[in-house]
């Protein structure tokens, strides 16, 4: 969430920076109803002041034979009058709220304006792989191969699904512990969070209520629950509503799940077999910094997710996306994106971002200054490290050979007990 203070301090920025985010508002309501609840406040406030003199001057009066009867009904008006004043100010809280809720977060001044069009690559990997034969794309390859079984997968769960096989299951979980080795050896704690998170939880990630019917709904159960889209949905909310110690930051954590969501791909050529799902496996990483901190956090997410990519020597980019490309409760993102050659493009593995305080805000997760004894937000960031479902079809395409043959990365082979080839199976 925004803080109101900056809308307040500085309209005409705000509004001009989420423009860049292609999101156009007029902050004339707001800033009346945060007019309207500073001057309430005053007067309950002073209220309150009179209230307290009132009450002190009692047993003077007392002391002295007045009539304290008048005194007690002014206080009890006072109160009266306070607790209407209070009541209205609940109502303006309401309101604003439900107007800086929807804001998406303000993007960093360095991004520029616009979608996708406008993101621009920062750094580059290796060469495009170059082959003396016909190459295979991933479907092809994960079917001749008998790591991925598509009928099946879309047999027993429909379009957008899809079964992992034998040495297909074992390469799925190299890579998955292969992701986790590296985070632990990092000194990232490793978390196995829930599934099924409460609707507080996908505010506090700033995915509602905007994006409230992108994810699974699960029905029948109180409260509501939802199928998580995302790790970092739950490692955002681990510490909602607490106050940590400024010794405990940074907060590194790691955790594997599942994800699930709405949208599957379609039946086009770039978005085939398990590029676009209905479920995919992602190892993501989320990181608590104090606010001084989140850009040496952020470099560091991008040097992670990136290195990931690199030790499994495969082809990839890094791009800065532009800032109405980058999700609603980001600052800044850079996407990892792995090469395909079949369809010669990128598609991201990683997206690394950062969020400022937006999500801290909404969760109320701060930490307290040792200096200054007060408390304040803490910044989030995250960024997938990585998801699986497109750097196995880069593998397969990338280290493909003339006979049909995969190569497995280095780094895989003690994870896939030593196999070093996927050959077609006869």
Known sequence: MIDINIIREKPEYVKEALKKKLWDVDFTEL???DGEKRKLLKIVEDNKATQNKLSASVPQVKKEGGDVNAIFAQVKQIAKNNAEFEWKLKEIDEKINSILVVLPNIPDDDLVGGGKENNKVIHTFGKKPEFAFKMKDHVELATSLGLVDYDRGAKIAGH???VYTGLGAQLEWALINFFISEH?????QFILPPHLLNEESGYVAGQFPKFKEDVFWLNGLEPQRFLLPTAETALVNLHRNEILSE???PKKYFAYTPCYRREAGSYRTEERGMIRGYQFDKVEMVQYT???DSDAAFEELVKKASSLVEKLGLHFQISKLAAGDISHSMARTYDIEVYLPSIGIYKEVSSASNARDYQARRGMVRYRDNETKKT???HTLNASGLATSRIFPAILEQ????DGSVLVPEVLQPFMGGVKVLKPIK
């Open 31 to 33: 800033l009346a109803l």
């Open 247 to 249: 010794e405990e930051l």
């Open 399 to 402: 280290y493909q050979q003339a």
């Open 376 to 378: 304040r937000y803490v």
């Open 184 to 188: 632990l050896k990092d000194g990232y």
């Open 160 to 162: 957008g699904s899809w």
């Open 290 to 292: 104090k606010p001084e």
